[in-house]
């Protein structure tokens, strides 16, 4: 695993994204890019743990022939027909939260419910699931189908996949391209989220990897006036590197609106880890990605940097444990302290 991975997925090596993954927070397609993932972390899995050939022990089989392979130097859920499984979730999910993983692969699509009831065999009326495929992605149920042409081949190249609800408001994002902008749509909530891969065989899988779901945060303002410091997963980096990637553009333009409305506030960023690797390598690497934190702030979104400090804390304050992968994906994260 990455030393030091702050915030969000960047503990894992993400898909390129194409052209559109070059590009600096707030330019071109990420300009208008929302996605903002969840705080609170209820479940998070990249499979390094597992035995290659096995089923993932955290996810309950349902069926199929799906197992952990070795591909691009990463660990994938892998499924030659229709690999059914249920991620269990330690609480209903509640009317904000957020999904992300990576898909690749051929294959019929996969499909993603979260009512509890909807699963391979039996799709609930009236209720919507995500669907994904080779071409195609987006949210429908037997009435309505709100899915979109992509233009991505997962075939080729692997794809990050972000689902967002809020309330009846539902977002699905295939790497910078929103495909699912559903205002009434029905996902219910349940302790469980049903998952599909349907691959065509064993030579041409379908593949996922880096599940990560978590609970909708609060508005940064409000965290810091009632706390003094909040934490974001929602700053991305590139795998061992500083590059603050495009997809953090949400996060980096909401403390830049925050730091307009408050010209008085003034922030320290610190960056945090996980206790993965060596603790000298993960305190300087922090300090590298909180410096470049605020160097985006200013160069992208006109913030004064005499308004920020930057901090790298390393793996010296966790916020959970770093035995679960949800622990040190929480600890992966950039904070916001008021000075």
Do not use: C
């Given at each position: 695993?990455?030393?030091?991975?702050a915030?969000?997925?960047?503990?894992a090596?993400?898909?390129d994204?194409?052209?559109?993954?070059?590009?600096?927070?707030?330019?071109?397609?990420?300009?208008?890019y929302?996605?903002?993932?969840?705080?609170?972390?209820?479940?998070?899995?990249d499979f390094?743990?597992?035995?290659?050939?096995?089923?993932?022990?955290?996810?309950?089989?349902?069926?199929?022939?799906?197992?952990?392979?070795?591909?691009?130097?990463?660990?994938?859920?892998?499924?030659?027909?229709a690999?059914?499984?249920?991620?269990?979730?330690?609480?209903?999910?509640?009317?904000?939260?957020?999904?992300?993983?990576?898909?690749?692969?051929k294959?019929?699509?996969?499909?993603?419910?979260f009512?509890?009831?909807?699963?391979?065999?039996?799709?609930?009326?009236?209720?919507?699931?995500v669907?994904?495929?080779?071409?195609?992605?987006?949210?429908?149920?037997?009435?309505?189908?709100?899915?979109t042409?992509?233009?991505?081949?997962?075939?080729?190249?692997?794809v990050?996949?972000?689902?967002?609800a809020?309330?009846?408001?539902?977002?699905?994002?295939?790497?910078?391209?929103r495909?699912?902008?559903?205002?009434?749509a029905?996902?219910?909530?349940?302790?469980?989220?049903?998952?599909?891969?349907?691959?065509?065989?064993?030579?041409?899988?379908?593949m996922?990897?880096d599940?990560?779901?978590?609970?909708g945060?609060r508005k940064?303002y409000?965290?810091?006036?009632?706390?003094?410091?909040v934490?974001?997963?929602g700053?991305?980096?590139?795998?061992?590197?500083?590059?603050?990637?495009?997809?953090?553009?949400p996060?980096?333009?909401?403390?830049a609106?925050?730091?307009?409305?408050?010209p008085?506030?003034?922030?320290?960023i610190?960056?945090?880890?996980?206790?993965?690797?060596?603790?000298?390598?993960?305190?300087?690497?922090?300090?590298?990605?909180?410096e470049?934190?605020?160097?985006?702030?200013?160069a992208a979104?006109?913030?004064?940097?005499?308004?920020?400090?930057?901090k790298?804390?390393?793996?010296?304050?966790?916020?959970?444990?770093?035995?679960?992968?949800?622990?040190?994906q929480?600890n992966?994260?950039?904070?916001?302290?008021r000075?």
């Amino acid at each position: 695993a990455e030393a030091g991975g702050a915030a969000g997925a960047a503990g894992a090596a993400a898909p390129d994204g194409g052209a559109a993954a070059s590009l600096k927070p707030g330019q071109g397609a990420w300009a208008n890019y929302d996605f903002v993932p969840g705080t609170r972390v209820l479940f998070a899995d990249d499979f390094t743990r597992e035995t290659v050939g096995n089923f993932p022990r955290r996810l309950e089989f349902k069926s199929g022939t799906s197992e952990v392979v070795e591909w691009q130097g990463r660990r994938w859920l892998s499924s030659g027909d229709a690999g059914a499984f249920v991620i269990p979730l330690p609480e209903v999910l509640p009317e904000r939260f957020t999904m992300e993983f990576d898909l690749a692969g051929k294959g019929n699509g996969m499909e993603v419910m979260f009512d509890g009831a909807s699963d391979q065999y039996r799709k609930v009326e009236g209720v919507d699931r995500v669907e994904l495929g080779t071409w195609y992605a987006g949210i429908k149920n037997r009435e309505r189908n709100a899915t979109t042409a992509t233009g991505f081949k997962t075939d080729e190249a692997p794809v990050k996949v972000r689902i967002m609800a809020d309330g009846d408001y539902a977002k699905v994002f295939v790497n910078e391209k929103r495909v699912a902008n559903v205002p009434n749509a029905k996902l219910g909530r349940s302790k469980k989220i049903h998952v599909v891969l349907n691959g065509w065989d064993a030579e041409s899988p379908r593949m996922i990897a880096d599940l990560r779901i978590a609970a909708g945060g609060r508005k940064l303002y409000d965290a810091i006036a009632e706390t003094g410091r909040v934490a974001t997963q929602g700053i991305y980096f590139d795998t061992n590197s500083d590059k603050v990637r495009p997809e953090s553009s949400p996060t980096l333009k909401e403390i830049a609106a925050m730091l307009a409305e408050h010209p008085a506030l003034k922030l320290a960023i610190e960056g945090h880890t996980d206790d993965t690797g060596d603790a000298a390598a993960n305190t300087a690497l922090s300090q590298r990605r909180a410096e470049a934190v605020k160097a985006a702030l200013a160069a992208a979104y006109g913030v004064d940097a005499a308004r920020l400090t930057a901090k790298g804390i390393g793996a010296a304050k966790p916020v959970a444990p770093n035995a679960t992968p949800e622990g040190r994906q929480a600890n992966r994260r950039v904070e916001l302290v008021r000075q």
